[in-house]
């Protein structure tokens, strides 16, 4: 079955950094577009980065554009989000979501995994 | 950016009873070329990721049982709950994937 696991997340202090992974299993991954998207504390849902199933083609918010870099390792089934330069407001639990069809909506998502930032 | 509304932002609905959510967006999600709208519905409960519901504005996910529908097109859609069950308490979230992937800010569905 597909799974998605996420890992990294953490308290840091407001201009630091914070790597996050997502280890995938139970599909082709390299078949697959995959995205980060985040969710605040009681708040909605927020896309953050996109990546195709190469790598070539990378799309971010603009709320994270210039700061947050995504990538994948289509040998080792797994997708990066290395996050840099934090503010108080990417504080949220940050899902990995595998790609329907190439079209952008998610059918398969993580369980989450909470950056904290602050000071 | 394409900015998707849902009303209302709560909904309390006897078990049983229809339940009805409404998603609009700034612009078109309808691309003429292929005649479908690229408007999806999620279902998140407490301490859980969202669960695809809907898709294409009104193919269901595999699995996801017939009592959820959507409807619509263009820039105004539903997401109908024919007949309320406990376990479909959750807040519900469209998305526009027509340009990049924007969410409503979600619908939280009780029971009354």
């Keep these: 079955q597909v799974q998605l696991v996420e890992s990294g997340g953490g308290l840091v202090k407001p201009g630091g950094s914070l790597r996050l992974s997502c280890a995938a299993s139970g599909f082709t991954f390299s078949d697959y577009y995959m995205s980060w998207i985040r969710q605040a504390p009681g708040k909605g849902l927020e896309w953050v980065s996109y990546i195709s199933s190469s790598g070539s083609t990378i799309y971010y918010a603009d709320s994270v554009k210039g700061r947050f870099t995504i990538s994948r390792d289509n040998a080792k089934n797994s997708l990066y989000l290395q996050m840099n330069s934090l503010r108080a407001e990417d504080t949220a ?3 990995c979501a595998r790609d329907h ?14 950056v904290t930032v602050s000071s | 950016d394409i900015v998707m509304t849902q009303s ?22 309808l691309y003429s070329s292929n005649n ?10 407490p301490g859980q990721p969202p669960k695809l519901l809907i898709y294409w504005a009104s193919t269901r996910e595999s699995g996801v049982p017939d009592r959820f529908s959507g409807s619509g097109s263009g820039t105004d859609f539903t997401l109908t709950i024919s007949s309320l069950q406990a376990e479909d308490v959750a807040v519900y979230y469209c998305q526009q994937y027509y340009i990049g992937a924007t969410f409503g800010q979600g619908t939280k569905l009780e029971i009354k």
């Excluded at chain 1, 069809?101 to 909470?114: C, E, K, P, V």
């Excluded at chain 2, 909904?11 to 009805?20: F, I």
Aim: hydrophobic share 30%; net charge neutral; proline share 2%.
């Design chain 1, 93 to 95: 639990v940050y899902y």
């Design chain 1, 101 to 114: 069809d190439y079209s952008n909506y998610f059918d398969y998502w993580g369980q989450g995994t909470l």
């Design chain 2, 8 to 29: 209302p932002d709560s909904l309390a609905v006897s078990l049983g009873e229809r339940a009805t959510i409404n998603c609009k967006s700034s612009q078109s999600v």
């Design chain 2, 36 to 45: 479908k709208n690229y408007l999806a519905w999620y279902q998140q409960k």
